[in-house]
């Protein structure tokens, strides 16, 4: 059976970047919590110490205010955590209503914004009667019928139709809103010099952004309101609990997820890296430490952005400090063995060179290639292990390496494959790989065995591939595989019966999607959902 990840794919593409965005903030939120409840018990201690008055509504409702910002900011963590919680549970209707309310203060925030352009425009207030409330009434409450349907009708083809529907209404109230604007400029003929039109350009991006943050939290609940498992979108957190809640909020990789970790530098340089990041934007928007000088400021933010990069580099470094011992291993669960072939090591997943923003999100979330992926998603299972590339001076982030001898390899490898708990084995021809398959195939380990096919740009490589793989396994399934199909992964089926992955491109989510599929057993229906949002 073969079947098309490419709908699966792409939503697990949208939550991912969601999420590496939601780690930037999470982190900087947690990090900056002691600071601020420092700076603002010391700030409301010294008001009373020189004379709050208490009895004055106005002393009383600052106090009340900034300590309910204070105990606000303190939980801030725990807000994230419950929010991701209910993110997670199997609540459809939850999401659509989410959703709804959502593009609820999206049309609110748009239809108040043309409604002061218009007012401005005509310069006087509108007298608004019984039946321009009603029409404004029905408008708004059409528009938000189409959006709830747009969230909970199942059918593909009723979703396109809701989703064009949308687009197009939002469309035109974006150009009305900004040709009014536009008009009441030049009816004023106001020129305030460059700072002025700064601010203006300044102004229109930051509210192009709100907008499309906006539209991509209502898409979000547009493909959590579907059939698809929260943990097949959102990945899983397999032993739950505070801290790994914590861990993966924070955007730590699943190895780390544990209370121990703290230990490590690898765990602060990681939890760090993305708060300099963060700090870098803020002093370019001098919005932290304002410096008398441009050119000051944006060097300082450069540093800064720079410095995040390099300690997120370094954070990686640092975690392949740790070394596989195949006799001594200090990790009392069955591990999770990698094969693959030196000649592509990491199995790197391509993108074009253009797509610069997704590269920098694969980047900090662990999707470069399959052997960071497996490490993200994972190693929470169990430790990833597998042989190291002899010869190498610099151990890559990834599974956990040990360096055998040409002697000893195989005997390591078939003794690992048998206590292993699952094994993910890279595609190839090599004799090798080769030797790999047959040892799978007689020890009766296929049904744990994940097959990953490289990102290769010649297909025919990867069809050789798995030709060679049911060679050695003594069959030769059939499978229905279009020409342009991109192979991605192969499943043990339930009934014996190999699944076939594939997609209309190598994308990591692809690949994303066949390691979930494999570790959290999903369906073929689960993993052939062609949901168009």
Avoid at 307 to 328: I, N, Q, S
Avoid at 370 to 384: F, T
Avoid at 465 to 477: E, M, N, S, V, W
Wanted: a negative charge; one cysteine or more.
């Amino acid at each position: 059976m073969t079947i098309d990840v490419s709908g699966i794919a792409w939503m697990i593409r949208r939550m991912d970047v969601s999420a590496t965005i939601k780690n930037f903030v999470a982190v900087f939120s947690i990090l900056s919590v002691p600071l601020y409840l420092v700076a603002a018990f010391a700030s409301l201690a010294g008001m009373i110490a020189f004379g709050l008055d208490l009895e004055d509504s106005g002393d009383a409702i600052f106090l009340a205010t900034g300590i309910v910002v204070a105990v606000l900011s303190a939980l801030s963590p725990l807000l994230f955590i419950l929010w991701d919680w209910v993110a997670r549970q199997p609540w459809r209707t939850w999401a659509a209503i989410n959703g709804a309310l959502m593009g609820a203060l999206l049309f609110a925030a748009i239809g108040a914004a043309i409604g002061f352009g218009i007012d401005r425009y005509l310069e006087e207030s509108f007298d608004v009667g019984l039946a321009e409330r009603a029409i404004g009434g029905a408008v708004f409450g059409t528009a938000l019928a189409l959006l709830l349907a747009w969230l909970v009708i199942e059918s593909v083809v009723a979703r396109r139709i809701m989703k064009w529907i949308c687009i197009v209404a939002a469309a035109l109230a974006l150009v009305s809103g900004v040709a009014l604007l536009a008009v009441d400029a030049y009816r004023d003929e106001y020129d305030g010099g460059p700072e002025a039109a700064l601010l203006a350009i300044a102004s229109v991006v930051g509210g192009v952004l709100y907008v499309a943050l906006f539209l991509r939290a209502i898409r979000n609940r547009v493909v959590l309101s579907g059939p698809v498992p929260r943990e097949l979108l959102l990945g899983e957190i397999h032993r739950g609990g505070f801290w790994p809640r914590l861990a993966f909020l924070t955007g730590l990789p699943s190895s780390l997820w544990h209370a121990a970790a703290m230990k490590t530098p690898a765990f602060w340089a990681f939890l760090f890296a993305r708060p300099l990041v963060y700090a870098g934007i803020l002093v370019l928007a001098g919005e932290l430490f304002p410096l008398s000088g441009l050119p000051m400021q944006i060097v300082l933010a450069i540093l800064l952005v720079a410095g995040g990069h390099v300690l997120f580099w370094g954070a990686k470094r640092l975690a392949t400090a740790y070394a596989w011992d195949p006799e001594r291993s200090p990790d009392p669960r069955p591990p999770v063995l990698f094969l693959r072939s030196f000649e592509d090591d990491q199995l790197s997943f391509r993108r074009p060179w253009w797509q610069l923003i997704s590269r920098w999100l694969d980047l900090w979330s662990f999707r470069t290639n399959a052997d960071e992926a497996l490490i993200d998603e994972i190693a929470q299972y169990g430790p990833v292990v597998a042989l190291g590339m002899p010869g190498e001076k610099t151990i890559p982030f990834g599974a956990m390496r040990h360096y055998a001898t040409h002697e000893d390899w195989q005997r390591i490898v078939a003794d690992t494959a048998k206590s292993a708990s699952a094994i993910v084995i890279a595609a190839g021809n090599t004799p090798g790989v080769r030797w790999e398959y047959e040892l799978l195939a007689q020890e009766g380990l296929l049904d744990k065995t994940l097959l990953l096919f490289p990102p290769v740009d010649d297909e025919a490589t990867n069809r050789a591939a798995l030709d060679a793989f049911f060679k050695a396994c003594g069959t030769q399934p059939r499978f229905d595989v279009p020409k342009d199909a991109r192979l991605i992964g192969l499943l043990p089926g339930s009934d014996s019966r190999p699944i076939l992955l594939t997609a209309g491109e190598t994308a990591a989510s692809a690949y994303v999607a066949a390691i979930r599929g494999f570790f959290q057993k999903s369906s073929i229906d689960e993993l052939s959902d062609r949901l168009a949002v």
